[in-house]
């Protein structure tokens, strides 16, 4: 009985230490285990946070490029019209027979001898002919490939006038007035031919502050198919415009627009980024910036209706 004693100690030992040892392998992979989820639940939010890092980036990668494509597309668009509608804008040259004179100085006192000593002089004219002469330019195009030309009656304002036409293909062609308005700064002239480029009339009643627009003319009587670029920045204006000859006249359902209308530019085409014609250049105002006015192409839409052209 005590033999069996002695060899049951040793058992219950080792057996005590068989089970301790399991205990702690199953605690350590226990601890292990979690260890690991953690390190799997760091790493699934990282790829998220990297996921969503990559797809904001391609999102404003995505923005970025469209807004370039935008702003590439607007300029283009702006290209695009200009180069439709300039082969229709002309010049257009105001030339009269004036009077060719001759100055001479003499005496304002005639032959008196009492005044023959004072050597006072003053110049007197005298007509020795006539010439002809520019007295005027300004700008128009062409809304009929039979050749009919819509302008500013401030243009064309002279019956005893010749008026030539200067086409954007050097050409020169004689100009026959056919029409002036009576109570809106508009007129038409004819011009011989046919197969003439035309500018499309849109809309004016559509318009909208802020939509841009472009001008297009004969700049200071020089340069021909000048352009500027603007807006619409007002409508139903009222304004009382004058001329170099001093005469008034006062415009009603004006225009109004930030794109540069220089002298000379009178009678041009104001234009929407669709290539067509919303308005005819009409005026500046003298000493300002960026404030200039046009008669809405709707005008022009109505006399072209009645005149049947």
Do not use: C
Request: aromatic share 6%.
């Amino acid at each position: 009985m005590k033999n069996y004693a002695l060899y049951a100690v040793p058992v219950a030992i080792v057996a005590a230490g068989i089970g301790a040892g399991f205990w702690y392998e199953h605690q350590e992979i226990a601890r292990l285990s979690h260890s690991v989820a953690t390190l799997q639940a760091s790493v699934s939010e990282l790829a998220k946070s990297t996921a969503t890092s990559s797809a904001t980036s391609a999102n404003i990668s995505e923005l970025v490029r469209r807004d370039q494509v935008a702003q590439k597309s607007q300029s283009q668009t702006l290209q695009d019209a200009v180069a439709l509608v300039t082969p229709a804008v002309v010049s257009i040259v105001e030339t009269k027979v004036v009077p060719k004179l001759q100055v001479t100085y003499e005496n304002p006192f005639g032959n008196d001898p009492f005044f023959q000593d004072f050597g006072m002089r003053v110049p007197v004219y005298k007509q020795v002919g006539t010439t002809t002469k520019q007295v005027g330019a300004g700008t128009g195009f062409l809304v009929r490939s039979s050749g009919y030309i819509v302008t500013n009656k401030h243009v064309v304002p002279d019956a005893n006038a010749t008026y030539t036409v200067l086409l954007s293909t050097g050409a020169q062609k004689s100009g026959t007035v056919v029409w002036r308005s009576s109570n809106e700064d508009l007129a038409v002239l004819k011009i011989t031919g046919s197969g003439y480029p035309t500018i499309p009339l849109g809309d004016s009643s559509s318009l909208s502050l802020a939509q841009s627009v472009f001008a297009v003319g004969n700049a200071l009587g020089e340069y021909n198919n000048s352009v500027s670029v603007g807006v619409v920045s007002g409508l139903n204006r009222t304004i009382t415009a004058s001329n170099n000859q001093g005469s008034t006249e006062t415009l009603k359902g004006i225009i109004q627009t930030d794109a540069a209308i220089n002298p000379g530019n009178s009678g041009g085409p104001l234009v929407n980024l669709a290539g067509e014609a919303i308005g005819v250049n009409v005026a500046m105002v003298q000493g300002s910036q960026n404030i200039g006015f046009a008669v809405p192409i709707s005008e022009v839409t109505r006399a072209l209706t009645n005149l049947g052209i």
